[in-house]
């Protein structure tokens, strides 16, 4: 007999409840394979995050909407409240992203308005006039983190409007920022026989000293000699009246007139300060140095410490008490003197028994 060596596929009868079982698997598969391309495709949840961007519809009706009014009060050059308090502090929350504050400024008068966070949030900060016309963009000061400012000169003596905005959606604790307004003036000072042109709050105690009123503004306020320098001695004793030291406080030797406005401080010289606990810094363009003073300034009211610097035969020395923490080689091209304090803190800075020296 003739055997065909062709093998057919063997033939399985599957059972009905297998075969069920098979198909609500599959189906199973199936289903689940088609979730997973659809939550795949689809944009995941916001994160549990404190904040979401967002854009803020159009202002209209300024003048019905601000919640305060910031004008400076006549024979006063900085904003204050019926307590004294010399800044407005906005709350920025899920149900307020927006501030808006009124203002009347006068013809001629210069102006600078700053908002102060005590951490960083990305803000709108803008001067509009009562159209709606953006004026000024608030840009940041670069070397304080979290601070931005509008300087402005009006031309035309009118009620002007300041807002706020908060670029993220807020969802769980509000931020707040100070707003501070004061008067960018320059004015001349005599003091302890020496004659300054100022920037800031500046004034002269009953017991003659120089002082400045501070108010946290995140710039550098400052007050420059009105005589040329060549090789000297300079030196001055400085107390803070909360006891205290937390601002940068020092000086700007053989710089020019020219300021750099987004920061209020000269654009050359060599700089140095003293910051608490116990710190001094030194500056020349984009050359900087840091160190220790021997101890940490000690706190109190009563508490005054000596600043100053010598110059002479080509090297300067940056003294602390007397004492040389720094030298530098001097090279004067210019001959222009400031004190500088950095305006981080409210509190008032005061100065004594300044003496300019030349020397050979």
């Not at 302890?192 to 003659?208: A, I, M, R, Y």
């Not at 000699?225 to 030196?235: A, E, I, K, P, Y």
């Not at 940068?248 to 987004?262: K, V």
């Not at 021997?294 to 035969?313: I, V």
Request: aromatic share 14%.
């Amino acid at each position: 007999m003739k055997t065909d060596k062709t093998k057919l596929p063997v033939q399985f009868a599957i059972p009905p409840v297998i075969k069920t079982s098979l198909l609500i698997i599959t189906s199973l598969i199936v289903l689940v394979s088609a979730g997973c391309q659809k939550e795949e495709s689809e944009p995941p949840e916001a994160q549990a995050t404190d904040t979401m961007k967002i854009v803020l519809p159009p202002l209209t009706g300024l003048a019905a909407l601000a919640q305060k009014d910031l004008t400076i009060q006549d024979s006063q050059f900085v904003y204050t409240d019926i307590t004294g308090k010399d800044y407005y502090q906005c709350r920025f929350d899920r149900d307020k992203l927006r501030n808006i504050f009124k203002i009347r400024m006068n013809a001629g008068t210069p102006y600078r308005i700053s908002l102060v966070q005590d951490h960083r949030f990305d803000l709108d900060f803008l001067l509009l006039n009562a159209d709606n016309d953006t004026l000024c963009i608030g840009h940041d000061v670069l070397e304080n983190i979290g601070s931005y400012q509008i300087t402005w000169t009006p031309t035309v003596t009118d009620t002007y409007f300041i807002s706020a905005t908060y670029r993220w959606i807020i969802q769980f604790e509000p931020d707040y920022a100070e707003i501070i307004v004061e008067e960018n003036r320059i004015f001349d000072l005599t003091v302890q026989g020496l004659d300054f042109t100022c920037n800031g709050d500046w004034f002269v105690s009953n017991e003659g000293y120089l002082g400045l009123a501070m108010h946290r503004t995140g710039l550098y306020k400052w007050a420059r000699l009105n005589q040329n320098v060549d090789t000297c001695r300079f030196t001055f004793d400085v107390t803070q009246a909360s006891g205290f030291f937390r601002n940068y406080i020092g000086f700007y030797c053989y710089s020019n007139q020219e300021i750099l406005e987004w920061l209020n401080k000269p654009r050359t010289g060599y700089a140095f300060y003293v910051c608490g606990p116990g710190h001094w810094e030194y500056n020349l363009g984009g050359s900087s140095d840091y160190g220790q003073i021997p101890q940490n300034l000690p706190m109190g009211t009563s508490y005054w410490y000596n600043l100053g610097f010598d110059a002479r035969s080509g090297t300067i020395h940056y003294l602390y008490n007397n004492e040389t923490m720094k030298t530098s080689s001097l090279n004067i091209k210019y001959h222009q003197l400031y004190l500088m304090v950095a305006d981080s803190e409210h509190d008032t800075i005061y100065f004594k028994n300044i003496t300019l020296s030349p020397l050979q």
